[in-house]
Nanobody, 125 residues
Framework: QMQLVESGGGLVPAGGSLRLSCAAS????????MGWFRQAPGKEREFVAS????????TYEDSVKGRFTASRDNANTMLYLQMNSLKPEDTAVYYC??????????????????WGQGTQVTVSS
């Protein structure tokens, strides 16, 4: 069992930055691959980034490449998403999630076992 709690969301102007955090509690954090997803009003949930359990290698959705950076701190069971050069289209509720899947690609939200409650990110134009 794992509990995930996101924080760090807020209202920022376009071009600004935010750092999201996800605090994980439960055993075996380092054995989980972790993901960030987002859902905008009226839209389906979409993949943002993931970070592999074995080597910490990140994968990003194309629209956030070069702007967002995912990282993890296994010692403190934390996951982060640094978001720079934010755009109004980044406005959404952001969720962190954990998966035991060993698939090479883990962009599919259905692979994830645990989810946080989400944190709102609003980017004003």
């Amino acid at each position: 069992q794992m509990q995930l709690v996101e924080s760090g969301g807020g209202l920022v102007p376009a071009g600004g930055s935010l750092r999201l955090s996800c605090a994980a509690s439960g055993r075996g954090f380092s054995s989980y691959s972790m993901g960030w997803f987002r859902q905008a009003p009226g839209k389906e949930r979409e993949f943002v980034a993931s970070i592999n359990f074995s080597d910490g290698s990140p994968t990003y959705e194309d629209s956030v490449k070069g702007r967002f950076t995912a990282s993890r701190d296994n010692a403190n069971t934390m996951l982060y998403l640094q978001m720079n050069s934010l755009k109004p289209e980044d406005t959404a509720v952001y969720y962190c999630a954990a998966t035991t899947s060993r698939n090479r690609r883990i962009e599919n939200g259905e692979l994830y076992d645990y989810w946080g409650q989400g944190t709102q990110v609003t980017v004003s134009s």
